[in-house]
Nanobody, 120 residues
Framework: QVQLVESGGGLVQAGGSLRLSCAVSGSISAIRVMAWYRQAPGKQRELVAAVTRGGSTNYANSVKGRFTVSRDNAKNTVDLQMNSLRPEDTAVYYC??????????????WGQGTQVTVSS
């Protein structure tokens, strides 16, 4: 019943910016952590950024200083502001979350992904 939907992906020139959004819906009582991962063809999925309910953040070294993750606890959304984009940032970006359901169970749902393509 818990669903994550990403939006905001697209095609952008190197040096440009994109803002990704993820909305979490369903019978949830809490979201401990929200995170963005990405996966390029033939590559392993990697963590891009994560943010806790309290606002603590963590970033991959490759995006530090360029990307900013933020969340709105009231709306159950998480955004990823991506600046100074590089061709190597091209990937499918996925949103995930550590969710506690109304019944008290813990889940780790994933969104379907949104394509980000950075041209040189």
């Amino acid at each position: 019943q818990v669903q994550l939907v990403e939006s905001g992906g697209g095609l952008v020139q190197a040096g440009g910016s994109l803002r990704l959004s993820c909305a979490v819906s369903g019978s949830i009582s809490a979201i401990r952590v929200m995170a963005w991962y990405r996966q390029a063809p033939g590559k392993q999925r990697e963590l891009v950024a994560a943010v806790t309910r309290g606002g603590s953040t963590n970033y991959a070294n490759s995006v530090k200083g360029r990307f900013t993750v933020s969340r709105d606890n009231a709306k159950n959304t998480v955004d990823l502001q991506m600046n100074s984009l590089r061709p190597e940032d091209t990937a499918v970006y996925y949103c995930c979350a550590r969710v506690t359901s109304v019944s008290g169970n813990s889940y780790l749902p994933w969104g379907q992904g949104t394509q980000v393509t950075v041209s040189s």
